[in-house]
C-alpha cells in the first residue's frame, strides 16, 4: 500500500522550498547536512511502512478493551512503538548528551509525518511521550529531569496530558481537581477527568500523567491552575492512586486508548508540582502549541493518506466513457479521465501537499525561533508560530476532513466500505477538528487574540511573509497573475482585520464570525504556501547543470498546476467571507436559543 | 574473524523500473537507490556474529560509482566499522567484481565473506560463486541459517528439495537468502557514529583488475504486456485454443 508523503514531494518541500541543510549552519546542527537528514528520513519511512501501516486496519478493528481491570491492546501497537524508540526517534532533537541526536525539529517533523500517515492512533503514543519529554525538558527541575527524561526519551515511561474533566472539556477555567500539600513538598491530588488519551495500558514500565489541578486556596479560574507530574506507579514502585474508571468507544483513532480516570478515589494520589504554582496553564499551552502543529499535521497526512490511495483507485479503475462519446462498445476510460475526478483529486491534493509544505514551514520556525543568533529573528519566529499555528490546526483539520470525504467520493460503494482503506482515514480524521481545541475555540484565538497580539505585530509578520513572496513570485513571468491576485486577497484581508480590530463591538459580536475569518485566514494561507511551492517549482523546471530536470518534471508541473486551482477555485472563496465579516452579519448571532 | 561483507547499490525495490527510451538500459537519473535487499540481510548476519562475539570487526565493501559511498554509509549506519569502496564509473559485471573482491580479500584476510545471493536489479546470482572459485574457498549459498563453530561453520541452504545443510572449513563464502534473518533499521543515534566511520577508496586499477565488460548489452526491452484474458464456452473450446492459438499442448 502507499504510504505518504511522496518522497519526491518531501524532499521538494524540503530542499527546494525550505532549503533545509541550512539549519547545519546553526551551531547546534553543525555536524549535519543533507546525507544525515536523508538517512533518518529512510529509517522512518521503513519502520512507518514495516511496523506502523500494517497494524492500521488491525487496530480499528479490535478497539482496546478492559479484560479483568487491565486495559488490552493489541501486541502490534507496542511494537511498533518499540522500533519506533529503540531507532532513537524519542530522543531525536534532544541534546547529544542526553543520548539524542540534535536533530533539527525540522527533520524530526518531516520524519513524524511518515508515522501519522502509516497509523495515526499508534503514532499518537509515542507523540504525547515526546511533547511530555519537551514540557519537562523546558519547566521541570533539575531532580525531575534527571528522573524523568532518561526513560522517557528511551520510550520506557510514556506521558499523557491531562487537562479535560466530566463537566469541563473546552472550558478549563472549570476545572475542579485538587492538589493539597503534603508537607513534604508533594502534593496529593483529588478529581475526575476525562478524554485521556494514553491514560493506561501496558506497554510501558510507567505513565507520566500531566495534570491541570488547582492548588487548594487558588485564585479561580485558568489562573488558578497548576501543571502536576503524577506517575501511574511511584518511585517507592507501589501504584499510584491513580483509578481506571472506563474506556471511552470512540468511532475512529481506535488504536489510541481513551480513559477516564480518577486521580485520588483512595486518597493517596502523589503528584509533584512542575515549575511554579498557578502557571500550569502557561506550561500546559508550551506543550499544546506543538501539539497543535501535530494535530494539524496528522489530519494533513490522513488527507494526503486519502489522496494517494483515491489516486491509485482513480488511475486503475475504468468506469464509463467521455461525454461525447456515442458508442457503447468502446472501452471504459480510467476514472481519473472524467473532469470531475481530477477536480476531486485536485482538492486533496491542495490541502495534503499545501498542508504538509506548511507543517514543515512552521517547523522550521521553530528550530528558527530556538536556533537563531538574532534576538529579533527569534522573536519574529515565535510570533509568526503563534498566529499560523491555530490555522493548520483548525482550517486544515476541517479541510483534510474535506479531502478525505472526497477520497471516499471517488471511489464510490467501494469508498464507503470496509474493504478499503478510506473511510477509516475520514472516521480517524474526524477527530482531529475536535481534539487539542476546538476549531471553534481555535477561530476566537486566531480573531481575539492572535490578530492583535503585541499591537498586530503577529499579524503584521505574515502579512510581510506574504508580501515577500508575491514579490519573488512576480519575477517568474508565468507566475506574475498569481502575485497580483494573491497581493489584492491580502489587502482585502488586511483590510478586514483592521475594520473587525478596531470596531467598537465588544467581544460577544466581533468574536460571533471567527469561524468564517478563520477560514478566510486558512485560504489566504493555502495560496500563499501554494505560491511559495510555484516559485520553487519555477526554479526546479529551469533545471540543475544546464536544464537537466528529468522525472522532475511532471512533479513540477503538477505543482505549478495544483497552484492554478488553488487560485481559481479556493482563493476566491475569501470574497464572500469577507463580506460577511465587513459587514458585521449578525445572522446567526440574532438567533434566539428559543427560536430553534 | 574479520567478516567481509559486499554490499551493492541498486535501483530502490520501490521504484518501478522504466526502460530508457533508446533501450540502451533502464532509466536511472533521478531514481531512487537503496543498499540491495539481500546485502542487508548480510549485514545483518554479520553484526550478529559480532554481537555474539564470534566475528572481530565488520568491513563493508562497495563497487561503483561515487554514490556507493552513501550504500556503504548505510551499512556502517547499521554497525558496521568501516568500509572500502573501489571507484568505477562504467557497468560491471560479477566476473569483475569477484576479482576485484578476491584482491581485496587477499589484502584484508577475512575468515568469511557474506554475501548476497543476488542482486535485485540484475538478479545473477554468480558474484559469490565466482569469488569462492577464485579463491579456491567452500562456498555454502542461498542460506537460511548460519551456525559459527570453531574453524567451521553450519550452513543451511535453502535448496529446491528443501533445506540442506553442509559444514564449511574457514575461511568461506556464504551467500544470504531471504529467510536469514530481518534486517535491523539504522539508528538515528547510529547515522551520527556512521559519519566519522573510515571509508578507504581505491581504483579497479589499484586492484590490478581490468573491469571492462566481457558481454555487450544489445538492447533493452520491456517485457510484452499481458493480454486482456476470454471467457471461453466449454472445455472444448479451451482445449482448442490451447492447442491451436496458445500452441502449448
Known amino acids: ?596 | 574473524m574479520k567478516v567481509l561483507v559486499p554490499v551493492k547499490r541498486v535501483i530502490d525495490y520501490n521504484v518501478k523500473v522504466r526502460v530508457k527510451a533508446d533501450q540502451t538500459g533502464v532509466e536511472l537519473a533521478n531514481v531512487k537507490m537503496s543498499m540491495n535487499p539481500f546485502d542487508e540481510i548480510s549485514v545483518e548476519a554479520a553484526l550478529r556474529m559480532k554481537e555474539a562475539g564470534q566475528a572481530s570487526e565488520v568491513v563493508a565493501v562497495s563497487l561503483g560509482v561515487q554514490q556507493c559511498q552513501e550504500t556503504i554509509r548505510t551499512a556502517l549506519a547499521m554497525g558496521a566499522d568501516r568500509g572500502i569502496h573501489v571507484l568505477h564509473d562504467g557497468e560491471l559485471e560479477p566476473l569483475a567484481v569477484a576479482k576485484m573482491l578476491k584482491a581485496i580479500v587477499d589484502k584484508e584476510e577475512p575468515g568469511l565473506v557474506i554475501l548476497g545471493k543476488q542482486a535485485i536489479d540484475d538478479d545473477c546470482n554468480q558474484t559469490g560463486q565466482m569469488l569462492a572459485a577464485l579463491l579456491g574457498w567452500a562456498q555454502g549459498t542461498f542460506i537460511s541459517r548460519l551456525e559459527v563453530g570453531d574453524g567451521e561453520l553450519k550452513a543451511t541452504r535453502e535448496v529446491d528439495g528443501g533445506l540442506e545443510t553442509v559444514a564449511l572449513k574457514t575461511p568461506a563464502i556464504v551467500t544470504t537468502d531471504l529467510r536469514l534473518n530481518e534486517p535491523r533499521y539504522a539508528s538515528l543515534p547510529n547515522i551520527m557514529k556512521a559519519k566519522k566511520k573510515p571509508i578507504d577508496q581505491m581504483s579497479p586499477a589499484d586492484l590490478g583488475v581490468d573491469p571492462a565488460p566481457r558481454l555487450e548489452t544489445l538492447k533493452v526491452v520491456e517485457p510484452d504486456k499481458r493480454e486482456a484474458g476470454v471467457i471461453v464456452a466449454d472445455v472444448t473450446e479451451l482445449v482448442d485454443k490451447l492447442r491451436n492459438e496458445a500452441k502449448v499442448i
Open chain 1, 1 to 596: 500500500m502507499v504510504l505518504a508523503p511522496r518522497p519526491e514531494d518531501l524532499d521538494f518541500i524540503l530542499h527546494d522550498m525550505l532549503r533545509v541543510e541550512e539549519l547545519a549552519e546553526y551551531p547546534r546542527f553543525e555536524e549535519h547536512g543533507r546525507e544525515t537528514f536523508e538517512a533518518v528520513l529512510e529509517t522512518a519511512r521503513r519502520i512507518a511502512e514495516d511496523k506502523f501501516q500494517p497494524h492500521n486496519r488491525a487496530a480499528d478493528l479490535a478497539e482496546p478493551k478492559l479484560v479483568d481491570g487491565k486495559v488490552e491492546i493489541i501486541p502490534e501497537i507496542g511494537q511498533a512503538i518499540e522500533a519506533f524508540n529503540q531507532a532513537g526517534f524519542s530522543a531525536a532533537h534532544h541534546d547529544e548528551a542526553l543520548g539524542g541526536m540534535q536533530l533539527p525539529w525540522t527533520v524530526v517533523q518531516a520524519a513524524f509525518v511518515h508515522f501519522q500517515a502509516a497509523n495515526l492512533s499508534t503514532a499518537a503514543y509515542p507523540f504525547l511521550s515526546i511533547a511530555a519529554a519537551n514540557l519537562i525538558r523546558a519547566q521541570g527541575t533539575d531532580a525531575q529531569k534527571a528522573r524523568y527524561l532518561g526513560p522517557l526519551l528511551k520510550g520506557r515511561y510514556f506521558g499523557t496530558m491531562v487537562l479535560s474533566e466530566p463537566h469541563a472539556g473546552s472550558s478549563l477555567s472549570d476545572v475542579r481537581t485538587t492538589a493539597k500539600p503534603d508537607g513534604n513538598q508533594g502534593y496529593r491530588l483529588t478529581g475526575s477527568k476525562m478524554w485521556i488519551s494514553g491514560g493506561e495500558h501496558e506497554m510501558a514500565e510507567n505513565i507520566l500523567h500531566l495534570v491541570l489541578a488547582r492548588i487548594e486556596g487558588a485564585p479561580a479560574g485558568v489562573k488558578g491552575l497548576s501543571l502536576f507530574l503524577v506517575p501511574r506507579i511511584r518511585e517507592d514502585g507501589a501504584l499510584n492512586d491513580v483509578r481506571l474508571v472506563g474506556l471511552n468507544h470512540k468511532m475512529g483513532y481506535r488504536g489510541t486508548v481513551n480513559t477516564a480516570l480518577a486521580f485520588g478515589d483512595g486518597g493517596d494520589c502523589h503528584g509533584e508540582l512542575i515549575g511554579e504554582a498557578n502557571e500550569g496553564l502557561a506550561y500546559m499551552f508550551g506543550m499544546m502549541n506543538e501539539a497543535r502543529i501535530g494535530v494539524g499535521l496528522g489530519a494533513i497526512m490522513l488527507a494526503y493518506q486519502g489522496y494517494l490511495t483515491s489516486l491509485d483507485y482513480a488511475r486503475e479503475r475504468p468506469q464509463g466513457r467521455h461525454p461525447g462519446e456515442k458508442d457503447p462498445d468502446a472501452p471504459q476510460v480510467m476514472l481519473i479521465e472524467h473532469a470531475d475526478i481530477r477536480r476531486m483529486l485536485l482538492k486533496q491534493k491542495a490541502v495534503a501537499e499545501g498542508g504538509l509544505a506548511l507543517g514543515l514551514w512552521l517547523a522550521r520556525l521553530v528550530d528558527r525561533h530556538g536556533q537563531d543568533p538574532s534576538e529579533r529573528e527569534r522573536i519574529e519566529a515565535g510570533l509568526l508560530l503563534d498566529i499560523v499555528t491555530p490555522i493548520i490546526k483548525a482550517f486544515f483539520s476541517d479541510q483534510a476532513l474535506a479531502a478525505n470525504d472526497a477520497a471516499i467520493q471517488i471511489m464510490g460503494g467501494a469508498g464507503y466500505t470496509r474493504d478499503h482503506p478510506v473511510e477509516q482515514y475520514w472516521r480517524d480524521n474526524r477527530l482531529n477538528p475536535i481534539h487539542e481545541g476546538a476549531n471553534g475555540i481555535q477561530a476566537i484565538d486566531l480573531l481575539g487574540r492572535k490578530a492583535t497580539m503585541r499591537d498586530g505585530a503577529a499579524f503584521g509578520l505574515l502579512v510581510r511573509e506574504i508580501e515577500a513572496e508575491t514579490v519573488t513570485a512576480r519575477q517568474a513571468p508565468m507566475l506574475e497573475d498569481l502575485s497580483d491576485q494573491l497581493s489584492s486577497a491580502l489587502n482585502r484581508v488586511r483590510h478586514v482585520t483592521s475594520v473587525l480590530t478596531s470596531a467598537q463591538l465588544g467581544p460577544m459580536k466581533m468574536l460571533a464570525n471567527a469561524s468564517e475569518y478563520m477560514e478566510m485566514m486558512g485560504h489566504l494561507v493555502l495560496a500563499w504556501i501554494w505560491l511559495r511551492q510555484a516559485s520553487a517549482a519555477v526554479e526546479g523546471l529551469r533545471g540543475e547543470d544546464g536544464g537537466h530536470v528529468g522525472d522532475r518534471e511532471d512533479f513540477l508541473k503538477g505543482k505549478l498546476h495544483t497552484c492554478r486551482y488553488v487560485f481559481a477555485r479556493e482563493l476566491p472563496k475569501i470574497s464572500p467571507l469577507a463580506d460577511t465579516l465587513e459587514h458585521f452579519d449578525m445572522t446567526t448571532f440574532d438567533m434566539d436559543t428559543e427560536w430553534f
